[in-house]
C-alpha cells in the first residue's frame, strides 16, 4: 500500500469514492489491515473497554495512547493513522498542545478529540503548531456520564442543527476529519454533504465519506455487548483476511451498513 495522506481522502470524497478504517492497538493487527489496504487506522481509547476491559474509556491514560500508537505505526507504516487523545488530555489548549506532541512523536498523523465549537481554540492551535486534528461529534464516549448512558444523539431537531454548525465550525478552526459516531442517518449525510472535509460515520448510515468500526466488532469477538450498527464479518468468511478485504469491499459498495446496521 503507498503511502495514505489527508490528500487522498479529499479526493477520494470529492470523486465520491468510499473508504473503510478500523481500529488498531497493536503492530500484528496493524500489519493483518495494512495488508488487506485499510488506507486509515484509528488508536482509539476505546482500548480501555476492549483491552483493559474497562467499563468505560475515561480511564485510558496518555502514555498508554501513545505506547499503542507505536505499535500500531511499526505494524503499518503507511496507513493515515490516528490517535485519540484520552479524557481530560485537552481540556485547554495548552494541555492540548503538550499531549498532542506525545502522540504525534509516537507515530500518528493526527489527532482525534470529542467535542464540538468548545474546542475551536483548541483546534486552531492545534492545527496552527502542525498538529492535523479529527473532530468527533454525536456520541462522544468520554461524555458518558454527561448523556447518562450510550444513547443516539442529534435525534430531535434542535440538537441536529446544533451538530452541524458544530462541524461547520471544527470544519472552519481547522478540523481535517470529521467523525461521527450514532447519529441518524439523515442527519449524518446532512453533514456530510455540507462540510468540504472527510466525515467518517460508526452508526450513521452509509452516506458517509467512509466508515469505522471497532477492530473487536468486525471480528465478533468484543465478550459482552455488540452494537447493532456494527456486524461480525468473520462470521460471514471464515478468516481474518477475508473478514477485513469483505469489510472493505463492502464499505466501498455502500452495502454496508445495510439497513439492518443503520440508526434511522
Ligand atoms: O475509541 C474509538 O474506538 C472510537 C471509535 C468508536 C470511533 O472513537
Known amino acids: 500500500m503507498k503511502k495514505i495522506t489527508i490528500n487522498d481522502l479529499i479526493k477520494w470524497k470529492q470523486e465520491g469514492r468510499k473508504f473503510a478504517t478500523s481500529t488498531a492497538y497493536d503492530a500484528s493487527f496493524a500489519q493483518l489491515f495494512e495488508s488487506q489496504n485499510m488506507p486509515v487506522l484509528l488508536v482509539g481509547d476505546s482500548l480501555g473497554m476492549v483491552l483493559q476491559g474497562r467499563p468505560d474509556t475515561l480511564p485510558v491514560t496518555v502514555e498508554e495512547m501513545a505506547y499503542h ?30 499531549n498532542a506532541a ?39 464516549p468520554q461524555s458518558v456520564n454527561i448523556f447518562g448512558g450510550y444513547k443516539v444523539q442529534g435525534r430531535d431537531q434542535e440538537k441536529a442543527d446544533k451538530m452541524v454548525k458544530d462541524a461547520l465550525a471544527l470544519q472552519e478552526a481547522g478540523a481535517q476529519i470529521i467523525l461521527l459516531e450514532c447519529v ?20 450513521a448510515g452509509n452516506e458517509t465519506d467512509g466508515q469505522i468500526l471497532v477492530m473487536h466488532d468486525m471480528f465478533g469477538i468484543s ?42
Not at 506525545?102 to 498523523?109: E, F, I, T, V, Y
Not at 439523515?186 to 472527510?198: H, Q, Y
Open 184 to 203: 441518524p442517518s439523515s442527519l449524518a449525510k446532512r453533514i456530510t454533504e455540507v462540510l468540504d472535509v472527510p466525515v467518517i460515520g460508526i452508526g
Open 69 to 98: 500508537t507505536r505499535c500500531v505505526r511499526a505494524g503499518s507504516p503507511n496507513c493515515l493513522l490516528m490517535a485519540d487523545m484520552p479524557f481530560m488530555s485537552y481540556a485547554t489548549p495548552a494541555q492540548a498542545c503538550e
Open 102 to 140: 506525545k502522540l504525534m512523536q509516537a507515530g500518528a498523523n493526527m489527532v482525534k478529540i470529542e467535542g464540538g465549537e468548545w474546542l475551536v481554540d483548541t483546534i486552531k492551535m492545534l492545527t496552527e503548531r502542525a498538529v492535523p486534528v479529527c473532530a468527533h461529534l454525536g456520541l462522544t
Open 223 to 264: 465478550a459482552t455487548y455488540m452494537p447493532k450498527f456494527s456486524k461480525n464479518f468473520l462470521a460471514e468468511t471464515g478468516d481474518m483476511q477475508s473478514a477485513v478485504a469483505k469489510y472493505i469491499e463492502q464499505v466501498q459498495d455502500a452495502t454496508f451498513p445495510d439497513e439492518a446496521h443503520t440508526i434511522a
